[in-house]
């Protein structure tokens, strides 16, 4: 113990530690400062090359993205030449374009007012679709510029634009782009083999992606470089995360025309390779320099220290008994001198004490071996006895099994006779975890399954002898030299395998193999008490929780059967009433509004609404003046057409304003105001939706007009009493107004001229206050036997625009009051 003790003063605080210190760190320190400024000078140089390069690729790309829209809105200007005034040939040179310009998928014509009078695909063509586009962002920004450039969108995950061009007469052509021809601009060859580039919008969406970039229409705004450049317009930071959260040197340029922003990326982790090369030499040399030194150390340290180093342990182990130690100096000075009389010395003391130091160790060793064998073996049968846990026999076992045997290493296998394979279970001398062959050994052909099979231990004196063999290789490694391996069978069959390892090579002796047998026989008791017990355990556990799924699984099936009969029968009245609401609303919507048709049908007593009563109601009566010659002179197809049109705009405005659509007959119309629903500014309502007809309507006719129909539109509106209700039979009902109001209206609609309104004196008296009109001369109408007084409805007043709202309001007011 002194002797190690002074070795290891020596060694930390001596003249020997003092020489190896102060090389090896000397040698450290020059090679470690020399690498680190090697690897500073080459980081910077190579940061700053690939951020060169990249930004050089993102300013070519981005201009030719530049370039190549400049050149698609060239070609488009083609389509709005002047020359091309008909709706024929701006359809030609549409088709045309379509053809030469793959990228652009569609076109479209607006017109100065923003309705859309020709749209063309590649597959469809659509004439007169009239949609209104006078708010979109495409007609007022070109409207205004010229030329409007609009944000970039998604469809079906492909990215488009439109460009927007304004022609010299007002109108405005739409095209449609596709912008895969983008992801031609960011192929390998422009970006390179490592690298990675994509193409973003002003939100951060991605328009175009390289092969290892980020999927198209993945929203990167949380990346912090695009962060910065959405943020301030400006550039990248030259580093940032790209979207699978890895670092990545990062630079990108604008396309500024379009607001857009090309990023070139390149994984840290790759451009950062030759660094990592040069800190792995960096780390061999300095590894090569400490060796070189420690090795140079310590031999200048030995030849001057060994000798006395040498002396000085020498003396203290004779001076602790130990008379078979000789120093060994060859100085050829005094210090040798001196070895060789304490070895002498030493010499004479050893064979004096040599005999009887023999004896009591033989009789000390066959006395400790009885009684260690036989603790042994109580001790196990003790761990048999007291614990059913295989993982707490085992170790205790194989620590048993290493003392009784003063071997270096113990091994026990259990056997999985399903796979016929010999796995580890415990071990001592080798490492349980450490990855090999040994863990899992074939029965067949190995040590193992013979000892297992014959029922007897086999011994290997040398292991170098044995034939090659996954259990051999690793205790050779390890520095065993020879094995004993011992079965653990039983009447059940085999259990598995106990193998004892020794660094010495030899027999062993016969007393060791009987006993390792009755320790074998104690250790198969343990392991089969202990695999009954898991199995038993285990199998408990297995039906306890069964169980208890089982009744988990009745209570929520009781619950879910419970829930289901109050969901059904709720469902079955609920679909009940709505029943009766859609019938309802099906026999009301033939002549009424949606509106009223829904307010009646939801709620309850309304239905007496549609009996037989009589009422005050105001009729207007409308249609088209030459439509009879219009029939006669054109074809069917066009005529429905035109009437189609017209209904659709009459139609619309029956409903905003609440009337009550009584029948039509071709080109007539006929509308109730006041029934059944009652209105208080039932008048007011007639006479607001007339001069809306007029206007609408007559913009219309003007359409027609370029089509080469001469058509007119002419409204008659009275106010009087008159029987309503519903006529007819069960499968055909109507909701009609029986009285001489409704035939004033209709004559006052045929003395009507193209665009004029023409209204009984008493609804002109009722709005007097709030429209521009005249009185006309009486007009004699057949059907009656006075003249009839009548004015003309000029306008509604601006001022008060809001009077039907206004007065619907009062109306109400005072009748809650």
Not at 343 to 363: C, D, H, I, P, W
Not at 452 to 457: L, V, Y
Not at 518 to 539: P, S, Y
Not at 634 to 652: D, I, K, Q, S
Request: some cysteine; overall charge negative.
């Amino acid at each position: 113990m002194n002797e190690v003790k002074d070795r290891v003063w020596f060694l930390r605080e001596g003249l020997f530690a003092k020489y190896v210190v102060a090389l090896v760190g000397l040698v450290v320190f020059v090679l470690a400062v020399n690498g680190a400024m090697e690897i500073w000078i080459t980081y910077r140089g190579i940061k700053s090359s690939l951020s060169d390069g990249m930004s050089e690729k993102a300013q070519a790309t981005a201009k030719r993205i530049e370039q190549s829209v400049a050149d698609l809105e060239r070609q488009i200007s083609w389509v709005t030449r002047a020359s091309s005034n008909t709706l024929d040939l701006r359809r030609a040179d549409y088709t045309q374009l379509l053809r030469q310009v793959p990228q652009v998928s569609q076109l479209s014509l607006l017109s100065s007012n923003g309705r859309e009078q020709l749209r063309l695909t590649r597959q469809t063509v659509t004439l007169g679709s009239n949609a209104d586009f006078s708010r979109d962002v495409r007609f007022t920004e070109t409207v205004s510029r010229g030329t409007s450039f609009a944000p970039a969108y998604l469809r079906d995950q492909r990215p488009f634009m439109s460009i927007a061009l304004s022609h010299a007469d007002g109108s405005i052509t739409v095209a449609e782009i596709d912008l895969d021809f983008l992801d031609d601009l960011l192929g390998d060859d422009q970006v390179g083999r490592v690298a990675s580039a994509y193409v973003i919008d002003p939100k951060g969406e991605v328009l175009a992606s390289s092969a290892r970039g980020p999927e198209v229409g993945k929203n990167l705004a949380a990346l912090p470089q695009v962060a910065a450049v959405i943020a301030s317009g400006g550039r990248a930071p030259a580093s940032g995360t790209d979207s699978r959260g890895d670092a990545v040197l990062t630079t990108s340029r604008p396309v500024a025309k379009l607001g857009w922003h090309v990023f070139f990326e390149q994984p840290t982790a790759q451009a950062l390779t030759p660094i990592r090369d040069q800190l792995v030499r960096i780390a061999m040399l300095i590894a090569l320099g400490l060796v070189v030194a420690i090795i140079a150390g310590t031999m200048m340290a030995r030849r001057m220290l060994v000798p006395i180093t040498a002396l000085q342990a020498g003396a203290r182990r004779l001076g602790a008994g130990d008379f078979g130690h000789r120093i060994e100096v060859k100085t050829s000075d005094e210090l040798e001198e001196l070895a060789n009389q304490f070895n002498g010395m030493a010499g004479q003391l050893a064979e004096t004490y040599s005999n009887l130091e023999a004896k009591v160790k033989e009789r000390t060793r066959d006395l400790a071996q009885s009684i260690n064998e036989l603790k042994v073996l109580e001790e196990v049968g003790r761990a048999v006895a007291s614990s059913l846990d295989l993982n707490a026999v085992l170790p205790t076992v194989a620590a048993r099994a290493l003392e009784i045997t003063h071997a270096d290493a113990v091994l026990i296998y259990s056997y999985d006779a399903g796979n016929h394979q010999f796995s580890l279970a415990e071990s001592i001398g080798i490492d349980k975890a450490a990855e090999g062959s040994h863990r899992a050994i074939d029965a067949d052909n190995s040590p193992l399954g013979e000892a297992a099979t014959s029922g007897e231990p086999i011994a290997i004196p040398q292991l170098g002898a044995m034939r090659e063999h996954p259990l051999r290789d690793v205790a050779i490694e390890a520095g065993y030299n020879s094995v004993l391996v011992v079965p653990l069978v039983d009447q059940t069959g085999i259990l598995g395998s106990l193998v004892v390892l020794r660094q010495n090579a030899g027999e062993f002796s016969a007393n060791l193999i009987g006993l390792m047998k009755t320790f074998a026989h104690q250790a198969v008791l343990a392991m089969r008490n202990a695999r009954l017990f898991t199995e038993v355990d285990h199998k408990s556990r297995e039906l306890l929780a069964a169980n208890d799924i089982v009744r988990e699984q009745a209570d929520k099936l009781q619950e879910q059967t419970d829930q289901l009969r109050d969901w059904n029968r709720s469902l079955e009245e609920r679909v009940e009433t709505q029943l009766g609401e859609i019938e309802r609303i099906r026999r009301l919507e033939r002549f009424l509004a949606p509106q009223v048709a829904q307010l009646i049908a939801s709620s309850d007593g309304h239905e007496g609404l549609l009996d037989s009563h009589r009422r005050e109601v105001t009729v207007v009566f409308c249609d088209l003046r030459g439509f009879t010659s219009f029939t006669e002179t054109t074809e069917p197809e066009e005529a429905m057409n035109v009437l189609r049109e017209y209904h659709a705009a009459l139609g619309e405005l029956i409903f905003k304003y609440e009337g009550t659509l009584d029948r039509y007959a071709g080109d007539g119309v006929m509308i109730l105001f006041n029934a059944p629903i009652q209105f208080d500014d039932h008048t007011a309502r007639a006479v607001r939706m007339a001069v809306e007809m007029r206007d609408t309507i007559g913009q219309l006719t003007e359409k027609w007009r370029n089509r080469g129909h001469n058509l007119g539109f002419g409204i008659g509106i009275a106010l009087g009493y008159a029987t309503l209700g519903q006529i007819g039979f069960e499968q055909r009902l109507e909701y009609a107004a029986i009285g001489s109001v409704t035939n004033l209206a209709s004559r006052l609609c045929d003395e009507a001229k193209a665009n004029q309104i023409v209204v009984s004196r008493r609804v002109y008296g009722m709005v007097e206050p709030w429209v521009e009109g005249r009185p006309i001369d009486d007009l004699n109408l057949k059907g009656f036997n006075h003249p009839i007084l009548a004015a003309e409805i000029m306008s509604w007043r601006e001022e008060v625009d809001n009077v039907v709202d206004a007065a619907t309001a009062a109306a109400r007011r005072k009748k809650s009051s």
